[in-house]
Nanobody
Framework: QMQLVESGGGLVQAGGSLRLSCAAS????????MGWFRRAPGKEREFVAH????????RYADSVKGRFTIPRDNAKKMVYLQMVSLKPEDTAVYSC???????????WGQGTQVTVSS
């Protein structure tokens, strides 16, 4: 069992930056890959970024590649989403999740709202 709590969202102007945090509880955090997802109003949830258990491998949605990074700190049981050059289309509720099996995510956090104004 793991519990995830996101924080760090807010209102930012286009071109600005934010860092989202995802705090995990549970003893096996460093055994699991983690992902960030987002859901914009009226749209389906979409994949944003993924990091493997050690932090040595990451991948990103094409829409955020080059602007977002997903570091993790296993000692602190934290995963982050560093976002720069934000665009209005990045506005969404951002959630982190644990990859419990190949491509399957669980233990979703409650999400944190990111609003980018033009």
């Amino acid at each position: 069992q793991m519990q995830l709590v996101e924080s760090g969202g807010g209102l930012v102007q286009a071109g600005g930056s934010l860092r989202l945090s995802c705090a995990a509880s549970g003893r096996t955090f460093d055994s699991y890959a983690m992902g960030w997802f987002r859901r914009a109003p009226g749209k389906e949830r979409e994949f944003v970024a993924h990091i493997n258990y050690s932090g040595g491998r990451t991948r990103y949605a094409d829409s955020v590649k080059g602007r977002f990074t997903i570091p993790r700190d296993n000692a602190k049981k934290m995963v982050y989403l560093q976002m720069v050059s934000l665009k209005p289309e990045d506005t969404a509720v951002y959630s982190c999740a644990v990859e419990v099996a190949g491509g399957k995510f669980d233990y979703w956090g409650q999400g944190t709202q990111v609003t980018v104004s033009s």
